[in-house]
């Protein structure tokens, strides 16, 4: 039986509760692949600078590794990003501009593939089921398209069984099995992490520094990031051998955002409802959502999660 014929029928007889991508399968065999010359790096930049708000840190890391990547014509791994942070300070946003900027169909693309932990693998009894559908879908996908892009959301509530059968795909392998996955990319999104780069950012208001004064190695953040998802318990990345076989090539970490940039994540929804801004509007949307720490209220404590949903409220 041919490869993809197998992988077809696999997924056939997937149980209720697996993962199950039908709405890309026929794409996945009709649409041509999209290749790295259609890579911008301007745009992309354009894109990270009007879209995403009060992530200095994460839209430089995100603009240096995509553009070296795409730029190399023989990569010796695929990229590998873990976006980690606060609820709705852009993790998904990242992921569909990044989308959008490599394949003709953004996130629609059936070059992208998006798994979410409580969604497609629900079911802690079928982690060896989910294991095997996992390998296969990501062999099969790559085999096609070499450029393809796997989104993990929800990494902290993803068995870590799963996360250490991910990691044979992202190492420096020529080939495994005949299938090559140099040129795929592998974005992990968590909320793990989210309470040490809150304190940083905190400590940094606190000292009368400006946010965007923070960098990878300020108070040894990405270092700091690694070892606390590594050594909780209750994540997906405990005791993962995604991070102690350093085959993570970047932890982006995701600031908390203030009322400032609440604010223009309200413009910016109202633009993309092609509806005048009201700074009037805007300014009452903003105070009235909820921000810590209790004393100060400096940040969002829901970032801008819920402000296309709450703007109908207002308007």
């Given at each position: 039986?041919?490869?993809?014929?197998?992988?077809?029928?696999?997924?056939?007889?997937?149980?209720?509760?697996?993962?199950?991508?039908?709405?890309?399968?026929?794409?996945?065999?009709?649409?041509?692949?999209?290749?790295?010359?259609?890579?911008?790096?301007?745009?992309?930049?354009?894109?990270?600078?009007?879209?995403?708000?009060?992530?200095?840190?994460?839209?430089?890391?995100?603009?240096?590794?995509?553009?070296?990547?795409?730029?190399d014509p023989n990569p010796t791994k695929p990229l590998v990003l873990s976006l980690h942070g606060p609820s709705g300070t852009?993790?998904?946003?990242?992921?569909?501009?990044?989308a959008q900027n490599l394949f003709q169909g953004g996130d629609s693309s059936s070059q992208v593939h998006l798994f979410i932990a409580t969604h497609h693998f629900p079911h802690r009894e079928l982690v060896e089921t989910y294991k095997v559908q996992l390998q296969q879908w990501i062999r099969g996908n790559v085999s096609k398209c070499p450029l393809s892009m796997f989104?993990?959301?929800?990494?902290?509530?993803?068995?870590?069984?799963?996360?250490d059968t991910i990691k044979c795909h992202l190492d420096h392998y020529t080939h495994i099995d005949g299938v090559s996955f140099r040129h795929a990319i592998f974005l992990f999104?968590?909320?793990?992490?989210?309470?040490?780069?809150?304190?940083?950012?905190?400590?940094?208001?606190?000292?009368?520094?400006?946010?965007?004064?923070?960098q990878l190695n300020s108070h040894g953040l990405e270092i700091a990031i690694n070892r606390a998802i590594f050594n909780n318990k209750d994540g997906g990345f405990w005791r993962s051998s995604l991070i102690d076989s350093n085959v993570v090539d970047f932890f982006v970490p995701f600031l908390p955002l203030e009322y400032k940039h609440v604010l223009m994540c309200i413009r910016a929804e109202m633009e993309a409802?092609?509806?005048?801004?009201?700074?009037?509007?805007?300014?009452?949307?903003?105070s009235e959502m909820r921000y810590f720490p209790e004393k100060e209220e400096i940040f969002s404590v829901n970032g801008c999660k819920g402000v296309k949903q709450r703007l109908k409220f207002y308007i």
């Open positions: 039986m041919p490869q993809y014929k197998a992988l077809l029928f696999c997924f056939f007889i997937l149980p209720v509760g697996s993962f199950n991508p039908f709405k890309k399968i026929v794409d996945f065999f009709r649409t041509p692949c999209d290749s790295r010359d259609t890579f911008n790096q301007t745009d992309l930049k354009r894109d990270l600078e009007n879209k995403l708000f009060g992530q200095h840190l994460a839209s430089k890391v995100i603009l240096k590794a995509v553009t070296g990547f795409m730029r852009g993790k998904n946003l990242v992921s569909k501009i990044i989104i993990f959301d929800e990494m902290e509530k993803m068995n870590p069984v799963l996360s999104l968590s909320n793990e992490g989210a309470t040490i780069i809150n304190q940083i950012v905190y400590d940094y208001w606190k000292e009368g520094k400006q946010r965007e004064e923070i409802q092609n509806l005048r801004y009201d700074p009037g509007v805007a300014e009452n949307m903003a």
